[in-house]
């Protein structure tokens, strides 16, 4: 049993690229037909060719010493014709095989990078925060954009070769079946160094993905405009270049050893491979001495030799090349293979519109995979329609990754969270998400215009929509648009020309537009007002309930004196809850909330 499962395991792996080939032909069907079709009308002309100049040769031979040399030029000449047709066609072929070629990629590489970014899509949030899945992702970009055209490159090859080598082979037969064997131990010794290094180089490759993506991190701080300041600032440009330099020189020295190495074999098992041919050269040369071969025979003869030769070296080296792709088409499918934790169910039920009970967070505890503490711990909380509840506490104490499970980014290790009595895992995900809007503290600036930037809040509504602007004018980012070249047609940051960069507390009035913008039921703030002057900060508060309409709302902030309109007050700390009130209620408490409030409010007096 379990040498049939390895057997079957081996099959799998060496058959790979089947599924690769089949990625292929989705992303073109008409570009691989024409590909298949030039390769089979390739690998027949040579033979044409030469076979046609053999023909020229005996003919002008056996004329050498005519009477009528018009006569005997006229029966040179159809053939001289013919090949000049077969130049022709060739040379149309290898144009088309050009432009099939080029377009081909380019249709494959959009394709698989479509694939990788809706695997990207699909993948939890729990693979983004993995260090192991950075390294897959790393792997599968650097494979998918070439290595399954690569494929079908090798194997229009290998058929073209193939095809070349089978016309070649029938031709030496006729001369000696010896020579086949010869031609082929000539060509082993390199495909088996192509193969050995292949694997060294994918084995290599693999060990050395996180340090090919520190170097890349490197390069990216030098040139982000996130880091550009604070590079200049403490002159850290020199250090990250050497240390970007230092991992490079330690790639680069690694690499060209193996590539030494592989030289070296190469070039003894293609001397090796000389010898032989050079001594089935010599056999050709001596049978058309004794007169047993005419001169069109000789040359017949070293023309098949040497296209044989290519043609088996080349065949030879498109199957070792498909050996070394199948290595590497297992760091593609190591990504795509990657299963989601966050499922929808088998039958969802429709999400309440309205939500009549509220959301209840029922004894919830959770913990990353990749952690030995527990983030959360035996959370229970209401939140009732229309209500406004705050989270409040030290960094750390679990606040954010509370609102991560309210929107299934993941769910809970134990307990449940319901809404009307429901649990979330019954809901389709899409449904449920599109019922909550947040605003996280470490929100996207995205480099498209104002007015994009706030309907990515919700892209269901039409670019121009008049909620837009309202959404705007509820969080204060439409006085800041207003005074932009274009108002809302202006690319926001300097990522595109013209585009116009905006201060922090600006950047978050936009994307706290971007939360109002979506008709959601529940809205959740994490800071909102962290990164605005005080001014803007108590104008989004002090009417807070307007802004958030009839909504649920959800408000993590550190600074208490934003949240007493809140109707119930969490104070959390290491990932429970610790006391729950009203502002009025946990002042008397006098406990964590009550000291934390204090704490601040000594810093205004």
């Not at 100049?53 to 001289?80: E, G």
């Not at 001369?175 to 000539?186: E, K, N, P, Q, R």
């Not at 020295?253 to 090796?272: D, G």
């Not at 952690?371 to 229309?386: D, E, M, V, Y």
Request: proline share 3%; hydrophobic share 45%.
């Amino acid at each position: 049993m379990k040498a049939g499962k390895i057997i079957k395991s081996k099959i799998k792996q060496a058959t790979r690229f089947i599924p690769a080939l089949g990625l292929v032909w989705q992303s073109s069907p008409g570009w691989t037909i024409a590909r298949i079709i030039l390769v089979s009308i390739q690998g027949i002309l040579p033979l044409a060719a030469i076979y046609l100049a053999k023909l020229i040769i005996d003919t002008v031979t056996s004329n050498l010493r005519a009477a009528n040399p018009s006569a005997a030029f006229d029966q040179i000449l159809p053939l001289l014709i013919i090949a000049g047709i077969v130049t022709i066609i060739i040379s149309l072929c290898q144009s088309l095989t050009e432009l099939v070629n080029t377009a081909h990629s380019q249709k494959v590489t959009d394709y698989m990078q479509g694939i990788i970014h809706a695997k990207s899509i699909e993948a939890d949030l729990e693979y983004y925060e993995n260090a192991k899945y950075h390294d897959a992702l790393q792997r599968a970009q650097q494979e998918a954009p070439y290595r399954p055209p690569q494929i079908l490159n090798r194997l229009a090859e290998a058929g073209q070769n193939g095809i070349s080598l089978v016309a070649m082979i029938g031709l030496l037969l006729s001369l000696h079946w010896g020579i086949i064997g010869i031609l082929l131990v000539a060509a082993i010794p390199a495909v088996l160094v192509r193969m050995k290094y292949s694997r060294v180089m994918y084995y290599w490759q693999r060990r050395r993905t996180q340090l090919e993506r520190q170097s890349m991190y490197l390069g990216w701080m030098i040139t982000a405009d996130q880091y550009a300041k604070e590079i200049r600032l403490f002159d850290l440009g020199s250090w990250f270049s050497k240390e970007y330099l230092k991992i490079r020189n330690k790639l680069y020295q690694e690499r060209l050893s193996i590539a030494t190495k592989r030289s070296i074999a190469y070039f003894l098992a293609q001397a090796t491979a000389g010898i032989f041919v050079f001594g089935v050269f010599a056999f050709i040369i001596y049978q058309t001495i004794q007169g047993i071969l005419l001169l069109g025979d000789l040359v017949l003869y070293y023309q098949a030799l040497q296209r044989g030769q290519q043609n088996l070296k080349a065949l030879l080296t498109s199957l070792s090349g498909l050996y070394e792709d199948n290595l590497f088409l297992a760091n593609l499918y190591e990504f795509l293979d990657l299963k989601p934790k966050i499922v929808e169910p088998e039958y969802p039920k429709l999400l309440p519109q309205p939500i009549t009970k509220g959301i209840i967070f029922d004894n919830v505890s959770f913990q990353y995979t990749d952690s030995a503490r527990q983030a959360l711990k035996n959370i229970n909380l209401t939140i009732k329609p229309g209500e406004t509840i705050a989270l409040v506490g030290e960094n750390g104490s679990g606040k954010t990754t509370l609102i991560k499970l309210l929107c299934r980014l993941y769910d809970p290790t134990s307990g449940n969270i319901t809404i009307d009595g429901v649990d979330l895992r019954d809901f389709k995900i899409a449904d449920l998400r599109k019922q909550i809007g947040v605003i996280f503290q470490d929100y996207a600036k995205y480099h498209f215009t104002a007015a994009e930037n706030i309907r990515l809040g919700n892209i269901d509504i039409l670019p121009g929509d008049h909620q837009i602007r309202s959404a705007a004018c509820r969080s204060g980012a439409d006085d800041v648009i207003q005074r932009l070249p274009q108002k809302y047609d202006t690319i926001l940051g300097k990522l595109f020309a013209q585009g116009e960069e905006l201060s922090i507390g600006q950047w978050q009035k936009v994307a706290l537009a971007r939360a109002f913008l979506r008709d959601s039921q529940v809205i959740v703030l994490d800071e909102p007002t962290s990164a605005m002057d005080p001014k803007a900060e108590y104008e989004v508060f002090s009417r807070f309930r307007e802004l958030i309409k009839d909504q649920a709302a959800i408000l993590i902030t550190h600074r208490l004196s934003t949240v007493r309109m809140a109707d119930r007050i969490y104070v959390m700390e290491q990932g429970s809850i610790v006391e729950s009130g009203t502002h009025s209620e946990l002042i008397k408490q006098q406990g964590k909330y009550a000291y934390l409030f204090e704490t601040q409010a000594q810093n205004y007096r």
